[in-house]
């Protein structure tokens, strides 16, 4: 069973920057698609961002495409998210979740194991 424990949420400024961590531990890490969700209080949880298992093809939601970086360390069994120019609208807790082996996907039914999340708050 694959744990993952999110980290490096917190309370920024509109406009600042923040770096989330997911750090897996359980299973091989490097076979792995990754991704990461948000969800806000009343709103159903939302695609943010993937990679693929080797990390050479990302996507990402359009709301935060060209401010958030999705990135991955297979040595660490660790995936990142850079955001930038962070916005109100980006206030959520935000999901690691583990994808499916050697296959790209977005679609949060094809993510299998979740984190318990790490609150994002974006003050203007």
């Known amino acids: 069973q694959v744990q993952l424990v999110e980290s490096g949420g917190g309370l920024v400024q509109a406009g600042g920057s923040l770096r989330l961590s997911c750090a897996a531990s359980g299973r091989t890490f490097n076979i792995y698609t990754m991704g990461w969700f948000r969800q806000t209080p009343g709103k159903e949880r939302e695609f943010v961002a993937t990679?693929?298992?080797?990390?050479?093809?990302?996507y990402y939601a359009d709301s935060v495409k060209g401010r958030f970086t999705i990135s991955r360390d297979n040595a660490k069994n660790t995936v990142y998210l850079q955001m930038d120019n962070l916005k109100r609208e980006d206030t959520a807790v935000y999901y690691c979740?583990?994808?499916?082996?050697?296959?790209?996907?977005?679609?949060?039914?094809?993510?299998?194991?979740w984190g318990q999340g790490t609150r994002v708050t974006v003050s203007s």
């Open positions: 990679i693929s298992w080797s990390g050479a093809s990302t």
């Open positions: 979740a583990l994808g499916p082996p050697y296959k790209t996907t977005f679609r949060q039914g094809d993510f299998g194991s």
